[in-house]
């Protein structure tokens, strides 16, 4: 009697090896995208907090853009700005007027509803904070 695999029986393994490295595939890189996307909603968070506690002692928002928050946030509010997790890809969205803010963020995972800053957004925001929340 003959010792071996078959032709068949050695397809049949590869075919079965294939669709579970493609099945894990898919599912690390949705694993990935969902944890950048947690990573800039919780530098958003953190950005918001700063601007809130800005407006707490200065009794205004900071004018401007997000370049404009450097100088003003992170003297005393903030080590430095967060950057995406996927630089230079994306990019955040500040828009700020003394009475109001908006904050923004492009998601990957996830479909939301775009935001008002969406058009501003160098990838068009889908995730956006203001004073109140999410906007």
């Not at 969205?93 to 803010?101: K, Q, V």
């Amino acid at each position: 009697m003959k010792k071996g695999f078959t032709l068949i029986e050695i397809l049949v393994v590869t075919t079965i090896i294939v669709l579970l490295t493609s099945i894990a595939m898919v599912s690390y890189s949705m694993f990935s995208k969902s944890s950048r996307d947690a990573r800039r909603k919780a530098d958003l968070d953190q950005v918001r907090a700063a601007l809130e506690m800005y407006r707490s002692n200065e009794d205004t928002y900071p004018v401007g853009d997000w370049s404009a928050l450097s100088g003003t946030l992170t003297t005393a509010y903030m080590q430095s700005l967060p950057t995406d997790p996927k630089s230079p890809t994306y990019s955040y969205y500040y828009s700020g007027t003394a009475n109001d803010y908006t904050i923004g963020s492009f998601i990957e995972a996830t479909s939301p509803t775009t935001c008002v800053a969406a058009s501003a957004c160098v990838s068009g925001c889908k995730y956006c904070l203001g004073p109140y929340g999410q906007k």
